[in-house]
Antibody, heavy 128, light 107 residues
Framework: EVQLVESGGGLVKPGGSLRLSCAASGFTFSDAWMSWVRQAPGKGLEWVGRIKSKTEDETTDYAAPVRGRFTISRDGSKKTLYLQMNSLKTEDTGVYYC???????????????????WGQGAVVTVSS | DIQMTQSPSSLSASVGDRVTITCRASQGISNYLAWYQQKPGKVPKLLIYAASTLQSGVPSRFSGSGSGTDFTLTISSLQPEDVATYYCQNYNSAPWTFGQGTKVEIK
């Protein structure tokens, strides 16, 4: 059974930093692309960023609002995904979900980018 | 960035009704579209990927169609447990983007 368990959420002042962790189990973590998705209170879903597998050099991509402030990384030996958040703003407040990226077969090979498993979410509050 | 626009933003329908939600991409995304269901206070759940492939365990009353820029999610017979907000998501290329959501209620 796939499980994703986030930790590290909390209250932080504007300009501060926070690191979220996501412990993964039930699948081959090293082969999976992983992603973070967030949701501000009462709002919709927003993609934060993605990290590819180790064999794909753990390449990362980020949404524009967090690029340069947030960093996604992974530790294969611990089967853990991280989200380092720096220079936090009040608009970063919300629930942060760790997700596993799913893929499907096509004639040209594999193609992925949807979120087939989600963690329970970590609450991040940025407020003075 | 590719913008995803859902319509309507909310709807109210009776149990047993056929419900259709539309998602339009600002440019062509082939069939790289997913649909999610988020019940109140719960974690989002994947319903459909590749525009029309039902995720394992999802009831067959849910279906998806479309390609290019126009996509639909259909609930063939609305059930009380389908009360939720539904989101489409483009994964043609990063940045991956979501629609704004469609809230479905029971009349």
């Amino acid at each position: 059974e796939v499980q994703l368990v986030e930790s590290g959420g909390g209250l932080v002042k504007p300009g501060g930093s926070l690191r979220l962790s996501c412990a993964a189990s039930g699948f081959t973590f090293s082969d999976a692309w992983m992603s973070w998705v967030r949701q501000a209170p009462g709002k919709g879903l927003e993609w934060v960023g993605r990290i590819k597998s180790k064999t794909e050099d753990e390449t990362t991509d980020y949404a524009a609002p967090v690029r340069g402030r947030f960093t996604i990384s992974r530790d294969g030996s611990k089967k853990t995904l991280y989200l380092q958040m720096n220079s936090l703003k009040t608009e970063d407040t919300g629930v942060y979900y760790c997700t596993k990226v799913g893929y499907h077969y096509e004639t040209s090979g594999f193609f992925g980018g949807y979120f087939d498993y989600w963690g329970q979410g970590a609450v991040v509050t940025v407020s003075s | 960035d590719i913008q995803m626009t859902q319509s309507p933003s909310s709807l109210s329908a009776s149990v047993g009704d056929r419900v259709t939600i539309t998602c339009r991409a600002s440019q062509g995304i082939s069939n790289y579209l997913a649909w999610y269901q988020q019940k109140p206070g719960k974690v989002p759940k994947l319903l459909i990927y590749a525009a029309s492939t039902l995720q394992s365990g999802v009831p067959s009353r849910f279906s998806g169609s479309g390609s290019g820029t126009d996509f639909t999610l259909t609930i063939s017979s609305l059930q009380p447990e389908d009360v939720a907000t539904y989101y489409c998501q483009n994964y043609n290329s990063a940045p991956w983007t979501f629609g704004q959501g469609t809230k479905v209620e029971i009349k």
